[in-house]
């Protein structure tokens, strides 16, 4: 029987059951799961077999030993003991990767140099060779896990996460990685609709991970197959003869799989760019005449009628933070239904998400939910069957409506004016202090009131937020009809001069619309200028109040300058700009209705029109065309939205995905001395890493929150990124 190892095989949050039977199929021995994997046991031919044909998995640890980490001693003689020459040559390279704390390790990186040193001294001996450290081309990589004082000591098979395959190697940050499409699709059942001659679907394909996750799927071709090197090629422990005895098994089996009925892979997007990196991705994947895609919008999605009876449609949609972006998405959902319900009954729907409720647009009655989570951000793959039977009258995302003032629990009521008074109180004071006009009052800080309570002047701006699922919607009215009651005698403002805007269930298109057609604007004063908001008609007032310091920063940093505001909203930032010296400025964006708002602040402040122009245009093309040389500027403010799918846009804009593709084209037009701030409001939002290679990258989110915003710190984040010198 050939010697056994004890492995511990790693994946992402909510994909452990799924890793487990995968692991089993291999022919490894379930020993216990973890939150994010799997300990097992087998042979090194099942190590290498889970390397090669894992979907599931990030990484395959080898175990070595398990060593007492509480104090520094311990942790280095245990260390030591490990026969690390069996592994590593006393010539060869090595890294460590630590990962945990504890009261002695209080950072990673002093955890890895002790496990570090421990190894050099065992290898080195009493000579003077010695291992050397090489993070970027180790021989062999060291994984060193700390949890409640003891630490994993293994050797890492994989290399690079085994969901990188090999096919995806243009820069981005993809919105779906290659193990969590391959979990989506075995929780959708796409092997055995595959395997009864189903085909499969996804109208919103980005560029492609889930299509070439179910073809090298359905055509049984190993997903490590196209890998140019694995972590264990120059461990010492390494069994050339049995690995290239898988690599064969991989390719025999590549090419039986190629010999019977082929599914037909179909994918969509509405984004030219996206489908030509599609495209691309097919191709470093061996797969093209397999894989179909091409530019077809959720709206024009049709059958083709050489389509299986049955089958897979798989799709993962953009998310939206702000309630105007997920209106435009609950239009998508409800376009998505209409399509699959139209074109392809009898077939499976699935929609993996991270805003679950919009899947009651869609109109079908889910069966399924699996919980997972697509990097940090918790999603859920919703599974419909496609069938007159589970058709249901498609819900949409809740507007703003009225409320009429009403108290029903005096105490509770008592609670809320008690805590509007101690912010009045505090925040009244600063506020004054500051000579700040607009500003948050509260801000959800009571959980039995969801709200936002914002003042404008004399005006009081309410928004209620979308109630946690434990409080019914009967209850949350009734909370919301006492806050009514409570703001105008505690704010001591007629009832009529507080506007609420509410979340509540509507029909038909009603939401998509104008709030309201009232056309009463206001003055009011920021920083010395004079803006004009709307509180009724519009989802949003006109002016984001969690970006004040943002705008300060700009006006004191704008003399002399030639300022860009992409995605300009309503201009207030150019305002603060012109406020602060700005020699010129271009501000753009897509909505007409906000461009002839963005001139009139301007003009209200008396900026020169011929010097600081404001216009009409798709921001993401404009940035996608070659700078002309008047197009250099000294200073970019660029907040564009989470989600948008105008009908004015060229494709789809998802921040998540295109940021870094937009900070590049923005830096194009940056001066040598300039500085891009880069803000947005995506809560789970993560800057790619590879930005910071190429510019000088800071976070100033902590100084762009003034004090009415510091209970709610994830409101937005926010860089400056500069050229570097």
């Known amino acids: 029987m050939a010697e056994q190892?004890?492995?511990?095989?790693?994946?992402?949050?909510?994909?452990?059951?799924?890793?487990?039977?995968?692991?089993?199929?291999?022919?490894?021995?379930?020993?216990?799961?973890?939150?994010?994997?799997?300990?097992?046991?087998?042979?090194?031919?099942?190590?290498?077999?889970?390397?090669?044909?894992?979907?599931?998995?990030?990484?395959?640890?080898?175990?070595?030993?398990?060593?007492?980490?509480?104090?520094?001693?311990?942790?280095?003689?245990?260390?030591?003991?490990?026969?690390?020459?069996?592994?590593?040559?006393?010539?060869?390279?090595?890294?460590?990767?630590?990962?945990?704390?504890?009261?002695?390790?209080?950072?990673?990186?002093?955890?890895?140099?002790?496990?570090?040193?421990?190894?050099?001294?065992?290898?080195?001996?009493?000579?003077?060779?010695?291992?050397?450290?090489?993070?970027?081309?180790?021989?062999?990589?060291?994984?060193?896990?700390?949890?409640?004082?003891?630490?994993?000591?293994?050797?890492?098979?994989?290399?690079?996460?085994?969901?990188?395959?090999?096919?995806?190697?243009?820069?981005?940050?993809?919105?779906?990685?290659?193990?969590?499409?391959?979990?989506?699709?075995?929780?959708?059942?796409?092997?055995?609709?595959?395997?009864?001659?189903?085909?499969?679907?996804?109208?919103?394909?980005?560029?492609?991970?889930?299509?070439?996750e179910a073809a090298l799927m359905a055509l049984d071709q190993a997903p490590g197959r196209l890998r140019k090197q694995f972590g264990f090629e120059r461990w010492l422990g390494h069994q050339p003869d049995l690995w290239l005895e898988l690599r064969q098994e991989a390719e025999r089996r590549a090419w039986e799989g190629k010999q019977g009925r082929l599914p037909r892979i179909i994918g969509y997007d509405q984004d030219s760019r996206v489908i030509a990196t599609a495209w691309r991705n097919i191709a470093r994947a061996g797969l093209e005449g397999l894989i179909h895609v091409e530019v077809r919008s959720v709206e024009e999605f049709r059958r083709d009628g050489q389509w299986a009876s049955e089958g897979l449609v798989l799709v993962n949609p953009p998310y939206g933070e702000r309630l105007s972006e997920r209106k435009e998405l609950g239009a998508l959902y409800q376009q998505l239904g209409e399509g699959v319900r139209e074109h392809l009954q009898g077939w499976r729907l699935g929609v993996f998400t991270g805003v679950p409720e919009l899947g009651h647009a869609i109109g079908l009655r889910s069966h399924r939910q699996y919980r997972l989570f697509n990097g940090k951000i918790p999603a859920q793959l919703l599974l419909f069957d496609i069938n007159d039977d589970n058709a249901v009258r498609p819900r949409e995302m809740s507007t703003p409506g009225e409320v009429r003032p009403r108290i029903s629990h005096p105490e509770r009521a008592k609670m809320l004016e008690n805590r509007l008074r101690k912010n009045l109180k505090s925040l009244g004071q600063w506020a004054r202090k500051q000579d700040i006009q607009c500003y948050r009052l509260y801000d959800a800080d009571m959980p039995e009131f969801a709200l936002a309570i914002d003042i404008y002047g004399d005006q009081v701006h309410v928004q209620e937020y979308a109630a946690p699922k434990s409080v019914d919607e009967k209850s949350a009215r009734e909370r919301l009809a006492e806050a009514m009651a409570v703001i105008p005698e505690v704010l001591d403002v007629p009832a009529d001069h507080v506007v609420c805007k509410q979340r509540q269930r509507q029909s038909g298109t009603r939401q998509y619309e104008k709030q309201d057609a009232t056309g009463e604007f206001m003055e009011v004063d920021e920083l010395g200028s004079?803006?004009?908001?709307?509180?009724?008609?519009?989802?949003?007032?006109?002016?984001?109040?969690?970006?004040?310091?943002?705008?300060?920063?700009?006006?004191?940093?704008?003399?002399?300058?030639?300022?860009?505001?992409?995605f300009c909203y309503t201009g207030a930032a150019t305002v603060q700009a012109?406020?602060?010296?700005?020699?010129?400025?271009?501000?753009?964006?897509?909505?007409?209705?906000?461009?002839?708002?963005?001139?009139?602040?301007?003009?209200?402040?008396?900026?020169?029109?011929?010097?600081?122009?404001?216009?009409?245009?798709?921001?993401?093309?404009?940035?996608?065309?070659?700078?002309?040389?008047?197009?250099?500027?000294?200073?970019?403010?660029?907040?564009?939205?989470?989600?948008?799918?105008?009908?004015?846009?060229?494709?789809?804009?998802?921040?998540?995905?295109?940021?870094?593709?937009?900070?590049?084209?923005?830096?194009?037009?940056?001066?040598?001395?300039?500085?891009?701030?880069?803000?947005?409001?995506?809560?789970?939002?993560?800057?790619?890493?590879?930005?910071?290679?190429?510019?000088?990258?800071?976070?100033?989110?902590?100084?762009?929150?003034?004090?009415?915003?510091?209970?709610?710190?994830?409101?937005h984040q926010c860089w400056h990124i500069r050229h570097k010198v």
């Open 5 to 212: 190892h004890e492995y511990f095989v790693t994946c992402p949050r909510g994909m452990d059951n799924l890793l487990q039977e995968e692991l089993v199929s291999f022919g490894l021995h379930p020993l216990k799961t973890a939150p994010a994997g799997v300990w097992v046991r087998g042979g090194l031919a099942e190590g290498y077999r889970a390397c090669l044909w894992s979907r599931l998995a990030n990484r395959v640890l080898l175990h070595l030993a398990t060593v007492d980490a509480r104090s520094n001693e311990a942790l280095y003689q245990g260390v030591y003991d490990i026969p690390w020459e069996e592994h590593l040559k006393v010539t060869g390279k090595f890294r460590v990767v630590f990962s945990g704390t504890n009261e002695l390790i209080r950072n990673t990186q002093y955890g890895a140099q002790k496990v570090k040193d421990a190894v050099v001294d065992r290898l080195r001996g009493k000579g003077t060779v010695r291992p050397s450290v090489d993070p970027k081309d180790p021989d062999i990589t060291v994984s060193a896990r700390l949890h409640r004082g003891q630490v994993e000591l293994a050797i890492d098979l994989s290399g690079d996460s085994l969901h990188m395959r090999g096919y995806r190697t243009e820069k981005g940050i993809a919105p779906v990685r290659e193990n969590l499409a391959s979990a989506l699709l075995l929780r959708a059942g796409w092997p055995d609709i595959a395997g009864d001659g189903g085909d499969f679907v996804d109208p919103m394909c980005g560029s492609g991970t889930l299509l070439i």
């Open 530 to 566: 004079r803006l004009k908001v709307n509180l009724r008609d519009y989802l949003d007032t006109g002016l984001f109040l969690d970006h004040r310091p943002v705008r300060r920063w700009i006006r004191d940093h704008a003399s002399g300058k030639r300022f860009l505001n992409l």
């Open 578 to 715: 012109v406020a602060g010296g700005a020699s010129r400025s271009l501000s753009l964006d897509m909505s007409n209705t906000y461009v002839d708002w963005a001139r009139d602040n301007l003009a209200l402040n008396g900026a020169d029109p011929k010097r600081h122009l404001v216009e009409q245009a798709d921001c993401t093309a404009w940035l996608a065309g070659k700078p002309t040389p008047d197009q250099r500027f000294d200073l970019i403010f660029m907040d564009p939205p989470t989600f948008s799918n105008s009908a004015r846009m060229r494709g789809v804009l998802d921040i998540q995905r295109d940021h870094g593709r937009l900070i590049e084209q923005a830096m194009a037009r940056l001066t040598s001395d300039g500085v891009l701030v880069f803000s947005n409001n995506f809560r789970r939002f993560k800057l790619d890493e590879n930005l910071s290679e190429r510019y000088e990258v800071k976070d100033v989110t902590a100084s762009t929150l003034d004090r009415d915003f510091q209970r709610n710190p994830k409101i």
